[in-house]
């Protein structure tokens, strides 16, 4: 006899699979469940518009580099307080690479609009 709903997809842990009778995570599921998210960013980033990627691109792009130069120069001054200094030089670099990605975004859109309108009118694109 079948309870419940049959239609229903039975749940699924999201690190992969589970065994039932010891509740244990096999640990290659584990590094697939880690890869599959790895592999749905490129899809999630071409779903969003361009001003909002380039947002996106510049302010991780900027920010990584931002923590690192951070937490060299913090390792240099004072150890112990060396991630303090990451997150104190990266946040802000990662607001202004946001704000440098999103003019870009803007110039970009700008210029493919520019194109696609001369393009229209039937004047030849510079």
Known sequence: MVRGNVNRPRWRCPFGQVDRRTQATYPWSVAYAIVGYVN????WMRSLPMPARWVVIGASIAG?????VGLIV?????????????VEVGFPAMLTGGIVGLVAGLIMTTIRR?????????????
């Not at 749905?40 to 899809?43: E, K, S």
């Not at 913090?74 to 990451?86: E, M, Q, S």
């Not at 520019?114 to 510079?126: F, H, S």
Request: positive net charge.
């Open 74 to 86: 913090g390792l240099f001054v004072h150890a112990p307080t060396a991630p303090f200094a990451a």
């Open 114 to 126: 520019v194109r696609r309108d001369t393009a229209r009118q039937g004047a030849t694109p510079r």
């Open 40 to 43: 749905a960013v490129p899809a």
């Open 64 to 68: 990584v580099a931002g923590g690192i």
